[in-house]
């Protein structure tokens, strides 16, 4: 598809999430003819487990694909004039500014002006503050777990100051995923914090890019009732959008995936409460009259969002020590195969107990193959194969091995057939919200200069 106008962005979705493809990426950059290619990269659990490899290195925190996304992307990137922007900054944005710096020094590109926004990170501010916690419905310092981490989300204004200061390059940590695309779009059209219809409208278009290859059939797919075509090679999607935010969704031609009414519409409520109050940092967005049309093939016109003064108060995402998750996971298989999985999982929940020490209540057990996603709501005929799953949030690390361990000595310890066992343990970070002012939370650009 060719650009609209001379007078339209084009904005195009690199990734939806932390450990999306970057190949689509690439195809974008390359012959997208894109003013922006933009990666959404964080998750409220990928800030807090940032923060947590930031407690163990100083200089760590951010996306640790941040890296091969740039190298991937930079060489297209730099030679078409196509700005970056992401929030693959998580913990660490400055960090994440110098590594950046690093790849391009690497590939011997012309340096671009690097803008990295700060600001999110009001761990102090809530100390202080005390604000109730959503999930607990009390005060943040009757919360037992230890607090690491706190992230404000930020709205789409710092990077529109950051573009508007010359940078080729945004990194950003914690911010509303659509404000990753709004920004540009102020930048481009001088729109306003108080311009509320066109907020909403460069929202609309930002939610229904910011999972990439969602909207391009990835999560609308089911065979035979939503097929959807050549999907190992799905293509992420792009956006042309006009200064009064009428958008035009589009596809690299030959690229997998389809783009419709109907993928359209599913994402457009993809993780909204309420279509007529989405609330984000810069808009509270009515979605209810919204409407697609289809222009062409994999073309889709977008309009009718409008908006509300955005709110006083922010998000905050709070990340706590959660302890140490052990796992371990081990499959029967064949006549009985569910009647020797539940006797394997008594013996291991009575040795955690009676050995180990475990509390009862901490040790979890799932038969995978047999409904154990409908915990229970759902009987099923005896699976020709199943896999055990042990798991329990404990205090150590070494408790947390112990899980695996008593799985794996289902070996030779029977019950009968057991195979493939793994195991795992991994630091727990927990996660939760609550509100703050938003004149709590202060934003700040600040410049990598080209060198």
Not at 1 to 13: D, Y
Request: charged fraction near 25%; charge should be negative.
């Amino acid at each position: 598809m060719v650009r609209m106008t001379p007078h339209t962005v084009r904005l195009g979705a690199g990734a939806g999430f932390a450990g999306d493809r970057i190949d689509p990426a690439v195809d974008l950059a390359r012959r997208g003819s894109l003013n922006y290619l933009i990666f959404e990269c964080l998750g409220e659990r990928t800030v807090a487990a940032g923060h947590a490899r930031r407690l163990r290195d100083p200089d760590d925190g951010y996306d640790p694909l941040l890296g091969a996304r740039l190298r991937a992307v930079l060489p297209a990137c730099r030679s078409s004039g196509t700005a970056v922007v992401t929030n693959s900054g998580a913990a660490n944005p400055a960090a994440a500014g110098a590594r950046a710096a690093e790849v391009v020094r690497e590939l011997g590109l012309p340096p671009p002006r690097i803008g990295i926004v700060t600001g999110d990170d009001v761990l102090d501010t809530v100390r202080r503050l005390d604000p109730v916690v959503w999930e607990t419905g009390e005060r943040l310092s009757g919360c037992a777990d230890e607090l690491i981490s706190a992230n404000a989300y930020l709205g789409a204004e710092p990077v529109a100051e950051a573009l508007d200061g010359g940078a080729d390059l945004v990194i950003t940590g914690r911010l509303a995923d659509p404000a990753l695309y709004v920004g540009p779009l102020m930048h481009e059209f001088g729109w306003g914090a108080g311009e509320h219809d066109l907020l909403a409208r460069g929202t609309m278009v930002g939610h229904l890019l910011e999972c990439a290859g969602q909207l391009t059939g990835g999560y609308f797919a089911d065979p035979g009732t939503k097929p959807v075509p050549g999907m190992a090679r799905l293509g992420f999607p792009y956006a042309d959008v006009d200064r009064n935010g009428m958008a035009v969704l589009g596809k690299l031609a030959g690229s997998g995936g389809r783009l419709d009414p109907r993928t359209c519409g599913e994402q457009l409520l993809y993780e909204v409460d309420d279509p007529a109050a989405y609330v984000t940092p810069d808009v509270v967005a009515d979605f209810t009259g919204v409407t697609f049309g289809q222009s062409a093939r994999d073309e889709v016109r977008a309009r009718g969002a409008t908006g509300r003064p955005r709110p006083e108060e922010l998000k905050v995402t709070l990340g706590f020590r959660g302890g140490w998750l052990g796992e371990g996971q081990i499959s029967y298989a064949g006549p009985r195969c569910l009647d020797r999985a539940r006797l394997a999982a008594d013996i291991v929940r009575e040795r955690l107990v009676s050995v180990h020490g475990l509390a009862a209540g901490a040790i979890e057990t799932e038969f995978i193959g047999a409904a154990a996603a409908f915990r229970g709501l759902l009987a099923v005929p005896e699976p020709a194969e199943v896999r055990l799953r042990v798991s329990a949030r404990v205090p150590t690390a070494e408790l947390a091995g112990a899980v695996g361990w008593e799985v794996e000595s289902l070996y030779t310890n029977g019950p009968a057939g057991g195979g493939g066992a793994r195991q795992d343990r991994r630091e727990v970070v927990v996660v939760r919200s609550c509100l703050i002012s938003r004149a709590q939370v202060a934003a700040a650009v600040r410049f990598l200069e080209p060198r």
